[in-house]
């Protein structure tokens, strides 16, 4: 089971960020296509931290979740036709598919416990429960979660300077500011955040 987990952890992840690639190609921009990044292929979208070694670290201390990211697929916002709400929809498109692949999974997993299918129901729990988890982390308006992106793309054009702002200094701190940011989100936020993720996931499997 835990190995599947990684699995649909990695997975979920790649479909996270092809579902960007793909929304950033249909506004106009074609960047991610010409970096071969809108493939379901996990290969071209590892990052060797967030895809295996967090990942792995996490599964070895028994987390009580799993969390890892993909590279992210590169995008032009000036290459977006709507310019006004372009990198808003580009955003929100990696979470939209978590949630749908949550619920559809969810449907998947209400049938299988009618018909008594233990192990398929199971199975399609965690796919529930892991695209639940990932698509709730993501609306976090945290740099650089694509909550951030989102709410930065559609609040007025005014406030927009502030927040890339804030963006461009967590990116100058690289990959130390996200762990540090990682962490601080789990010493402090993870018990709440958690009982949300299980009281959605309960409704949706009805359990």
């Not at 993909?70 to 032009?76: F, G, R, S, T």
């Not at 461009?168 to 993870?190: C, D, N, P």
């Amino acid at each position: 089971m835990i190995t599947f987990m990684v699995i649909v952890l990695i997975l979920s992840i790649v479909m996270h960020e092809v579902a960007h690639g793909y929304a950033a190609n249909a506004l106009g921009d074609p960047t991610a296509k010409m970096a071969g990044r809108l493939t379901l292929n996990p290969i071209p979208h590892v990052d060797p931290i967030g895809s295996i070694l967090l990942p792995g670290i996490m599964v070895l201390t028994q987390s009580p979740f799993l969390f890892g990211w993909a590279k992210p697929v590169p995008y032009n916002p000036y290459n977006l036709r709507n310019q006004r709400w372009g990198e808003a929809i580009v955003a929100i498109a990696g979470v939209a598919t978590n949630f749908l692949l949550a619920l559809i999974f969810s449907v998947v997993a209400r049938i299988a416990l009618a018909e008594g299918a233990t192990t398929f129901y199971q199975l399609a729990s965690s796919i529930v429960l892991v695209n639940l988890f990932l698509a709730l982390f993501n609306l976090l308006p945290i740099p650089p979660l694509d909550g951030f992106t989102f709410l930065r793309g559609i609040l007025p054009p005014k406030y927009t300077i502030a927040f890339r702002e804030v963006e461009e200094k967590m990116q100058r701190g690289g990959i130390v500011t996200l762990m540090l940011v990682l962490f601080a989100f789990i010493y402090f936020f993870s018990a709440p955040f958690s009982k949300l993720v299980l009281k959605i996931f309960g409704v949706l499997i009805g359990s």
